[in-house]
């Protein structure tokens, strides 16, 4: 029978395998370096290696973020590109939301939320398919409300 920390480290190590396999269902492995790991330590996700740019970047911390159990991701990823490019907010979803109410209130145009769509794919696969808790990436967001 196993005892209490060998089931905590196999629950991290099956949490770690979903957050690698869920950035490979997503289709954000490809450009990563062999340096590239997932390492869970009870609700937290360390993420570490060489990403080519800082939208895989926020959508890999976005994917681990969103595995249940997972309530913190420390991101240590290096950013290959040295395109410079502007960190996206991060928004958490809440009831009576959608992708139009927060572009409004962080763009000031409602009709811009393909933007807010387009950054979350392929995590989003429809507009209307956002749900409480959800975090989504708002790049070059303003709060304007």
Not at 2 to 29: H, M, P, S, W
Not at 128 to 138: E, M, S
């Amino acid at each position: 029978m196993k005892k209490g920390k060998e089931i905590i480290a196999d629950r991290n190590t099956v949490a770690a395998k979903a957050i690698k396999k869920e950035v490979e269902n997503l289709g954000l492995d490809d450009d990563l370096g062999g340096d590239f790991r997932v390492i869970v330590d009870g609700k937290t996700a360390r993420i570490e290696g060489k990403v080519p740019d800082q939208a895989t970047k926020e959508k890999i911390i976005l994917a681990a973020g969103n595995i249940h159990g997972i309530g913190e991701v420390d991101d240590t990823m290096k950013v290959a590109s040295k395109a410079k490019i502007e960190e996206a907010v991060f928004y958490t979803v809440k009831s009576g939301d959608s992708l139009s109410k927060i572009v409004k209130k962080h763009y000031g145009d409602a009709m811009r939320y393909p933007d807010i769509f387009d950054a979350n794919t392929p995590m989003l696969k429809h507009p209307d398919k956002i749900y409480p808790g959800q975090v989504l990436r708002i790049p070059g967001a303003t709060m304007k409300a």
